[in-house]
Protein backbone atom coordinates (compact mmCIF):
# COMPACT_ATOMS: atom_id res chain seq x y z
CA UNK A 1 0.00 0.00 0.00
CA UNK A 2 0.73 3.57 -0.83
CA UNK A 3 -0.32 6.63 -0.26
CA UNK A 4 0.86 9.57 -2.82
CA UNK A 5 0.42 12.96 -1.45
CA UNK A 6 0.79 15.44 -3.78
CA UNK A 7 -0.10 19.39 -4.49
CA UNK A 8 2.19 21.09 -2.09
CA UNK A 9 4.26 24.45 -3.38
CA UNK A 10 4.75 28.02 -2.76
CA UNK A 11 2.46 30.49 -2.64
CA UNK A 12 1.92 34.10 -0.85
CA UNK A 13 -0.09 35.01 1.87
CA UNK A 14 -3.56 34.75 1.38
CA UNK A 15 -3.41 32.22 -1.36
CA UNK A 16 -4.70 28.87 -1.48
CA UNK A 17 -3.66 25.20 -2.32
CA UNK A 18 -5.38 22.06 -3.50
CA UNK A 19 -3.50 18.71 -1.76
CA UNK A 20 -3.93 15.12 -2.95
CA UNK A 21 -3.52 12.03 -1.71
CA UNK A 22 -4.12 8.65 -3.44
CA UNK A 23 -4.02 5.36 -1.89
CA UNK A 24 -2.92 2.64 -4.06
CA UNK A 25 -2.52 -0.87 -3.68
CA UNK A 26 -4.44 -3.86 -3.13
CA UNK A 27 -6.88 -1.86 -0.76
CA UNK A 28 -10.11 -3.63 0.63
CA UNK A 29 -11.33 -0.73 2.51
CA UNK A 30 -10.33 2.61 3.50
CA UNK A 31 -11.14 3.97 7.08
CA UNK A 32 -10.62 7.23 8.58
CA UNK A 33 -8.30 9.51 7.05
CA UNK A 34 -6.50 12.53 7.56
CA UNK A 35 -3.77 15.36 6.60
CA UNK A 36 -0.87 16.15 9.64
CA UNK A 37 1.47 18.65 9.42
CA UNK A 38 4.96 19.04 10.77
CA UNK A 39 7.62 21.74 10.93
CA UNK A 40 11.33 21.50 12.04
CA UNK A 41 11.61 20.74 16.11
CA UNK A 42 7.91 20.22 16.30
CA UNK A 43 5.65 17.29 16.85
CA UNK A 44 3.72 16.34 13.43
CA UNK A 45 -0.05 17.85 14.44
CA UNK A 46 -3.50 16.81 13.08
CA UNK A 47 -4.97 19.35 10.40
CA UNK A 48 -7.81 17.37 9.89
CA UNK A 49 -9.70 14.12 9.63
CA UNK A 50 -12.85 12.90 8.06
CA UNK A 51 -14.14 9.37 8.00
CA UNK A 52 -15.68 7.04 5.59
CA UNK A 53 -18.74 8.67 6.02
CA UNK A 54 -17.91 12.38 5.31
CA UNK A 55 -18.01 13.43 9.07
CA UNK A 56 -15.08 15.94 9.16
CA UNK A 57 -12.63 17.40 12.23
CA UNK A 58 -10.52 20.57 12.15
CA UNK A 59 -7.85 21.60 14.17
CA UNK A 60 -8.48 25.08 15.51
CA UNK A 61 -6.05 26.71 13.18
CA UNK A 62 -7.72 24.82 10.11
CA UNK A 63 -11.22 25.67 10.52
CA UNK A 64 -12.60 28.67 8.05
CA UNK A 65 -10.02 27.97 5.97
CA UNK A 66 -9.19 24.34 4.99
CA UNK A 67 -11.57 22.18 3.60
CA UNK A 68 -11.52 18.39 3.94
CA UNK A 69 -12.87 15.70 1.47
CA UNK A 70 -12.34 12.43 0.15
CA UNK A 71 -13.27 10.51 -2.68
CA UNK A 72 -13.80 6.88 -2.14
CA UNK A 73 -14.39 5.53 -5.26
CA UNK A 74 -11.09 6.77 -6.11
CA UNK A 75 -9.59 6.09 -2.67
CA UNK A 76 -8.18 9.86 -2.62
CA UNK A 77 -8.60 12.23 0.16
CA UNK A 78 -8.07 16.32 -0.53
CA UNK A 79 -7.04 19.28 1.71
CA UNK A 80 -8.28 22.39 0.32
CA UNK A 81 -6.31 25.59 1.73
CA UNK A 82 -7.39 28.90 1.54
CA UNK A 83 -6.36 31.84 3.14
CA UNK A 84 -3.16 30.73 3.60
CA UNK A 85 -0.53 32.31 6.23
CA UNK A 86 3.01 32.00 7.02
CA UNK A 87 1.76 30.01 10.48
CA UNK A 88 0.86 27.19 7.62
CA UNK A 89 4.43 26.57 5.67
CA UNK A 90 4.94 23.03 7.24
CA UNK A 91 5.70 19.62 5.51
CA UNK A 92 1.91 18.03 5.31
CA UNK A 93 1.42 14.37 5.82
CA UNK A 94 -1.48 11.98 4.82
CA UNK A 95 -2.69 9.71 6.84
CA UNK A 96 -5.20 6.34 6.35
CA UNK A 97 -6.48 3.55 8.22
CA UNK A 98 -6.19 0.90 5.67
CA UNK A 99 -7.24 -2.79 5.13
CA UNK A 100 -5.32 -4.36 2.44
CA UNK A 101 -3.71 -7.75 1.17
CA UNK A 102 0.14 -7.43 1.72
CA UNK A 103 0.44 -11.36 2.57
CA UNK A 104 -2.54 -11.21 4.30
CA UNK A 105 -5.37 -9.02 4.92
CA UNK A 106 -4.40 -6.72 7.49
CA UNK A 107 -5.35 -3.44 8.38
CA UNK A 108 -2.76 -0.74 9.47
CA UNK A 109 -2.24 2.90 9.80
CA UNK A 110 -0.30 4.21 6.66
CA UNK A 111 1.60 7.59 6.07
CA UNK A 112 2.54 9.30 3.30
CA UNK A 113 5.84 10.92 2.88
CA UNK A 114 4.49 14.47 2.37
CA UNK A 115 4.32 17.31 0.60
CA UNK A 116 6.13 20.93 0.99
CA UNK A 117 3.58 23.83 1.64
CA UNK A 118 5.67 27.18 1.94
CA UNK A 119 3.59 30.20 1.90
CA UNK A 120 5.72 33.14 1.74
CA UNK A 121 5.62 36.54 0.06
Known amino acids: VQLQASGGGLVQPGGSLRLSCAASGNILRIGDMGWYRQVPGKERELVAS???????NYAGSAKGRFTISRDNAKNTLYLQMDSLNVEDTAVYYCNADVTAFVGAWARKDYWGLGTQVTVSS
Open 50 to 56: ITTGGRT
